[in-house]
């Protein structure tokens, strides 16, 4: 796992834009899952969103953000996202997610930008609780997921390949049985 220091970034905020920037606050923030999903990890930028709350979910490794007033999420904004990778989000996101454009703020100060993100679709999902975090979910739960995407991109290459969450909850599933591995 490389973890090295961000290089500086200049953003440029016009619209047209938009769809290149890419708000992750969640698994994407480990360079490890990007570099698998695109084969290479765009420059980023530390960012804020507000207005938003990043929830853990009953059952899952991987958490979900809906709206909460005075509440802030801390992720980053993928630049320079291409079309075919936006593709591969959309995909990996599957249907527990909807694509919005957000406005965030750089951690810096310096400016804010639109940019998109996935927002959980089920807003009064029961299984939604507390607060998700990064460095507990990398501890323990990195290198599973790193195996998980990496299956659910070779599936991508099947003429008929699984969804992102069949393949979450078939690798995540114990060998020979339906009891699950990660549990509430």
């Known amino acids: ?17 938009q769809s290149s ?20 990890v765009p420059q980023s930028c530390p960012a804020v969103l507000d207005g938003f709350h990043r ?11 809906l ?3 005075k509440k802030k999420v801390t992720g980053r904004v993928l630049l320079g996202v291409t079309s075919p990778e936006l593709d591969i989000l959309d995909i990996f996101e599957d ?4 694509r919005r454009a957000v406005d965030v703020s750089l951690m810096d100060g310096s400016e804010k930008l ?4 996935y927002v959980w679709s089920n807003g009064s999902d029961p299984n939604l609780y507390g607060e998700w975090n990064f460095e507990e979910w990398k501890r323990s739960h990195l290198d599973d ?19 992102r969450v069949a393949t979450y ?3 995540y599933l114990k060998e020979g049985g339906d009891t699950p591995l990660i549990l509430p």
Do not use: W
């Open 67 to 69: 709206p909460v007033e």
């Open 145 to 163: 997921f790193v195996g998980m995407t990496t299956r659910f991109v070779k599936e991508l290459q099947l003429p008929e390949p699984k969804s």
């Open 169 to 171: 909850e078939s690798f």
């Open 95 to 98: 249907v527990e997610y909807e």
């Open 1 to 17: 796992m490389n973890s090295t220091a961000p290089s500086p970034v200049v953003v440029s905020t016009s619209p047209s834009d």
């Open 114 to 117: 639109t940019a998109l993100t």
């Open 21 to 40: 920037r890419v708000f992750v606050y969640g698994s994407l923030l480990a360079d490890d899952i990007v570099r698998v999903l695109f084969g290479r």
């Open 55 to 65: 929830f853990g979910i009953r059952g899952r490794v991987y958490p979900a953000i």
